[in-house]
C-alpha cells in the first residue's frame, strides 16, 4: 500500500477476498491446498480473461490481467512439469490396476490426492490419457 502499487494491492486484496470467501463457505479456515487451490482458480480465471481479450484485440486489458496474474504466481508453489508428472501417473496406474481409457477417473483422483496442489490437473490428465491410451 505504502509503496503505491494499486495493480500489486488490487490483485492482493482480491485474493484475499475470494480466500475469505472459500471460508465462510467452508465453515472455517480453510488449509494452504484450499487456499492454494483458490489462488490456482483466480489466476486460471485470469488466462481465460487473457483468452478473451485477445480474440477481441484488447491488448491494454491483456497486459493487464498479465500484471495482476504475475502477481499471484509469486505466491503459489512451483509448478510440477511433466518429467517430474510422468513416472507419478505410471506409479499411481501401475497400483491401480488401470488398463485402458475407462479407468481414467480412478487415475485422475489418485494423482491429484498425491501431487496436491502441486501440478496442473489439466496437464495430469493429458498425460495420463497418454499413458492409458486414450
Do not use: C, W
Not at 494491492?9 to 483458490?38: F, H, T, Y
Amino acid at each position: 500500500m505504502r509503496a503505491g502499487d494499486k495493480l500489486r494491492l488490487g490483485a492482493i486484496r482480491r485474493a484475499r477476498s475470494a480466500i475469505k470467501n472459500a471460508e465462510i463457505e467452508a465453515r472455517g479456515p480453510l488449509g494452504e491446498d484450499a487456499a492454494v487451490k483458490v489462488l490456482r482458480g483466480i489466476v486460471k480465471q485470469h488466462k481465460e480473461s487473457i483468452e478473451q481479450f485477445r480474440s477481441g484485440g484488447r491488448t491494454d486489458l491483456v497486459e493487464q490481467e498479465e500484471r495482476e496474474m504475475s502477481v499471484l504466481d509469486a505466491y503459489l508453489p512451483a509448478q510440477m512439469d511433466a518429467a517430474a508428472l510422468e513416472p507419478i501417473v505410471a506409479e499411481v496406474i501401475a497400483s491401480e490396476g488401470a488398463t485402458g481409457p475407462s479407468d481414467m477417473g480412478r487415475v485422475m483422483k489418485a494423482v491429484m490426492t498425491r501431487v496436491g496442489a502441486t501440478a496442473d490437473g489439466k496437464e495430469v490428465r493429458v498425460i495420463a490419457q497418454r499413458m492409458l491410451g486414450g
